[in-house]
């Protein structure tokens, strides 16, 4: 069975606006990594059409290595978007759901391979309601936004969970690995 993983960067006030964290190479490199070793990532229409800005790193490729290497990862990793207004997606390795969020989420979860990414604000809480994720690696970067959009808006029940690993890195920033308590 694979497991459902949200993977999502805040802030140290539960700002999750993709512009108010520390995007280096490290951090790159290790969201490179998590990439090449999901089987799909999930994503709402907004993240799906931020996230398309990593096409023009294939076309045209950064004097950054790990900004190239994300990019390339990014591209290749199957992509399910849902959404109620795209008609049609053309990124190659995307597809539109075709039916809704519950449905499509746990028959991937009980297909065989690799893990499954959520990667957009909407559907982690969307996914949280319905109980269905099995694992947060919140990425907890060292600023205060002072304002932005909280990760957590929006749920409905008091969930408990516990920490399995930290992961540190040199910028300051902190991934905790949580699970939902049983």
């Known amino acids: 069975m694979r497991k ?18 520390i995007a280096d190479e490290e951090l ?12 799909v990532i999930l994503y709402g229409r907004t993240t799906y059409q931020l996230m398309e800005y990593w096409r023009t790193f ?4 950064s004097e ?29 390795s995307a597809k539109l759901a075709s039916r809704n969020l519950e449905e499509d989420v746990r028959e991937l979860k009980q297909q065989s391979g690799k893990d499954i990414f959520v990667g957009s604000r909407s559907l982690i ?7 269905l994720i099995d694992e ?8 205060i936004a002072g304002k932005g959009l909280s990760l957590f808006e929006d749920i409905n029940d008091r ?10 890195f040199t910028n300051g920033a902190i991934i905790l690995y949580y699970e939902p308590a049983k």
């Open 4 to 21: 459902v993983i949200a993977a999502f960067n805040t802030t140290i006030d539960g700002n999750c606006d993709h512009t108010a964290g």
């Open 28 to 39: 790159h490199q290790h969201y490179t990594s998590l990439m090449n070793n999901g089987g």
């Open 58 to 61: 294939l076309e045209k490729p």
């Open 64 to 92: 950054e290595k790990p900004m190239n290497d994300f990019a390339m990862a990014i591209d290749k990793i199957p992509k399910i978007v849902f959404s109620h207004t795209l008609k049609h997606v053309d990124w190659k």
């Open 125 to 131: 809480i969307q996914l949280m309601n319905l109980n």
């Open 136 to 143: 947060l690696q919140l990425c907890i970067q060292p600023v």
């Open 159 to 168: 969930t408990m969970f516990k920490l399995k690993k930290t992961k540190k």
